[in-house]
């Protein structure tokens, strides 16, 4: 019982470069939420799902999208990153409390 | 929308002290209000939580306590240790609309010194 994994750990991207994160869950939680942490600014809700095939803005979605075609993942994208998106990424899924995932480092270099 | 403060941003104390941290919330139509605990390098986990029909709730050293009228909510942790060391969360969250979203507070570093 794996709970909430993430993939990749950590990732070093160039300005302009794309690439997704996965979240995979075996709980079988209808919400799922990708949040990013930067220092100070605790944990802001980048897009979230409440079900399979459902996605929905959150509070900083401006250069991510998402999709959700299953109800045990929960794809991030990135399609041109910036170096603005220099963060750890937590996935999280939720009935009710929410369990997070172990987390990615990303750098926009 | 929700929005969450919390206070202090750091807070340092000696081992065996008493912390307090304290959040407050804006919508009246929360009711659900998680505490996480997170270490160092690793993912947030929740310690303790609270609805809004009950006004206190304890589980060993810690405690929540939760002030509907002023909006207010605080975490407490008695006899803290050095493994009490880390960032603590509050966050709100409402049931409003149907949607289950909280509202996190940007954290609180504790350290607790031998």
């Known amino acids: 019982n794996a709970g909430v994994t993430q993939t990749p750990k950590f990732r070093v991207l160039k300005t302009g470069q794309s690439m997704t994160l996965l979240c995979a869950q075996d709980?079988?939680?209808?919400?799922m939420y990708w949040y990013r942490q930067d220092p100070g600014m605790g944990l802001r809700l980048i897009h979230y799902?409440?079900?399979?095939?459902?996605?929905a803005k959150g509070e900083v979605p401006d250069g991510y999208n998402v999709s959700r075609l299953k109800k045990q993942n929960f794809l991030l994208g990135l399609e041109s990153a910036a170096p603005s998106q220099t963060s750890v990424y937590f996935c999280a899924t939720s009935r009710g409390e929410q369990f997070f995932g172990p987390g990615t480092r990303l750098t926009v270099l | 929308g929700e929005n969450v403060e919390q206070h202090p941003s750091t807070l340092s104390v000696q081992e065996g002290d008493s912390a307090v941290i304290k959040c407050t919330y804006s919508?009246?139509?929360?009711?659900?209000f998680p505490w996480y605990k997170q270490e160092l390098g690793k993912r947030p986990q929740l310690i303790i939580d609270?609805?809004?029909?009950?006004g206190e709730k304890k589980d060993q050293r810690i405690a929540v306590t939760l002030n509907k009228t002023a909006k207010h909510f605080s975490l407490h942790i008695t006899e803290t240790q050095p493994e009490d060391s880390a960032v603590y969360f509050c966050a709100a969250r409402s049931a409003a609309g149907g949607s289950y979203i909280p509202t996190f507070g940007r954290g609180t570093s504790l350290i607790v010194h031998p």
């Open positions: 919508d009246s139509a929360s009711n659900y």
């Open positions: 709980m079988n939680h209808e919400y």
């Open positions: 609270i609805r809004s029909n009950v």
């Open positions: 799902s409440v079900g399979e095939g459902t996605t």
